[in-house]
């Protein structure tokens, strides 16, 4: 059921509806009918109307269909009106993405984000719903007097929300370390809406094994993996998780953990799957997302995935015409893969300076800290000193000479 408002196009609410479907079938459901209702706003009662209620449970009894999806969020009291009117069951848009990542969750890191999104998601919808919580406040004792069951519960979910929210500010703290341990190697991260083949591509690229499915959500987990390129260059790209329309907010904040790899990234592949219809729409709808985890403005390349899939090249043509310097794959043929490699070294050469240093005999330490942060191309050993061309980055670069080390400019 998606309903259409004045600030919304019945054409943005059907395609909202597509994907709805799709995430629908992801949770293992099948669709048996559909409804878009266009409204100057929106019913407080029951989000739609009576009338529009009683045409779903008609149609719901012809089909025996036993849930109603709502594009749109509901507040607890429209959910529980419009249950009570049609006897069947009511979610939401954020319940059934919630209800998908639940199922995909495979990591400790991935399990506590989607229940952190899960309990911010309840907890202002609790109706003595979380009786079986008390264990998480340590039983006897942990009431005071007086308190209802439905405050006991509250602080209860709070009191493990503010215990999720701490274990992963200690993950993020953790990657932090570990990207700085990666030295100053450019990180690469896949981005893009959901299903569009970033793991696919990640797999082919890097030899990983991460997980695929033409499902939408396939991945929660970032993963990340060393690739070796051509010139002595090397890259750290990562798979992320996908982007959908209507993201919700918390969603985002408690995959913050994940999302963080976007915004720490160097350089963006933003993976469009060309297959799809309209796939500049959703090329929208995923910078959107990239701008709200404020990964805006960073060095992007598109490349338009599952070319194998297209079967006019006016549309291949059209949209290399629109997008110079777009790059076409498909990752199940292995089609366009060199051209994704070119486009990573071509970012890495202009993030580098190859600079000429002179050290004397005895300053071991410096020629230590070059080898850690660069890579060093050749070393001549003279009677009084000892000169390098070292390949660095160009932060590590204006580092090393804002501390005298490297005093010669780029060569």
């Given at each position: ?6 600030n ?21 459901a ?5 409804f ?11 989000y ?5 209620i ?5 149609a ?12 749109n ?6 959910g ?5 009117i049609s ?11 919630l209800d ?9 890191v ?5 229940e ?11 109706r ?7 264990r998480?406040?340590?039983?006897i004792?942990t ?17 493990r ?26 990180r ?14 990640m797999?082919?690229l890097?030899?990983?094994?991460t ?10 987990d ?14 750290l ?19 913050h953990?994940?999302l ?32 709200d985890i ?8 598109i490349?338009f995935?599952?070319i ?18 777009a790059i ?6 292995e089609?366009?893969?060199d051209?994704?490699?070119?486009a990573?070294v ?11 240093v ?19 191309l ?7 000193s ?13 580092r090393l ?9 780029a060569?």
């Amino acid at each position: 059921m998606g309903v259409s408002l004045p600030n919304t196009s019945v054409e943005d609410e059907h395609e909202s509806l597509d994907e709805l479907a799709q995430l629908a079938r992801t949770a293992g459901a099948t669709v048996a009918d559909r409804f878009v209702q266009n409204r100057t706003r929106i019913d407080g009662k029951t989000y739609v109307g009576s009338g529009m209620i009683e045409r779903i449970k008609r149609a719901a009894d012809v089909h025996e269909a036993n849930l109603i999806i709502f594009d749109n969020d509901l507040r607890p009291s429209q959910g529980r009106e419009i249950e009570q009117i049609s006897e069947i069951k009511v979610i939401d848009r954020t319940e059934l993405i919630l209800d998908i990542f639940a199922r995909r969750a495979q990591t400790k890191v991935a399990r506590a984000q989607v229940e952190l999104a899960q309990l911010e998601y309840e907890l202002p919808r609790l109706r003595r719903l979380w009786d079986h919580l008390e264990r998480l406040g340590g039983g006897i004792g942990t009431r005071g007097p007086g308190e209802t069951q439905l405050e006991s519960d509250r602080r209860l979910v709070r009191q493990r929300v503010k215990i999720l929210k701490k274990r992963l500010k200690d993950v993020e703290v953790d990657r932090a370390v570990q990207r700085k341990r990666r030295g100053s190697m450019p990180r690469v991260a896949l981005v893009g809406y959901t299903n569009a083949g970033k793991s696919s591509l990640m797999n082919v690229l890097s030899g990983a094994d991460t997980f695929t499915e033409d499902l939408l959500f396939a991945t929660l987990d970032a993963t990340t993996r060393r690739i070796d390129l051509h010139g002595g260059h090397a890259a750290l790209l990562t798979d992320t998780v996908g982007f959908i329309k209507k993201l919700p907010h918390h969603l985002v904040n408690s995959f913050h953990a994940t999302l963080e790899e976007v915004a720490d990234a160097d350089f963006l592949l933003h993976v469009v799957d060309v297959s799809r219809p309209n796939c500049e729409r959703y090329m929208e709808l995923a910078e959107n997302v990239i701008t709200d985890i404020g990964a805006r403005g960073k060095p992007t390349r598109i490349v338009f995935n599952k070319i194998d899939r297209v079967r006019e090249d006016a549309e291949i043509d059209r949209l290399g015409r629109k997008y110079p310097g777009a790059i076409f794959t498909s990752a199940t043929e292995e089609q366009g893969l060199d051209e994704v490699k070119e486009a990573i070294v071509a970012f890495v050469e202009s993030q580098e300076e190859i600079v000429e240093v002179t050290l004397s005999h005895e300053d071991g330490r410096t020629m230590a800290l070059l080898h850690e942060v660069g890579e060093v191309l050749s070393r001549e050993v003279g009677d009084e000193s000892i000169a390098m061309r070292v390949r660095l980055s160009k932060p590590e670069a204006a580092r090393l000479r804002k501390m005298g080390v490297v005093e010669s400019r780029a060569v």
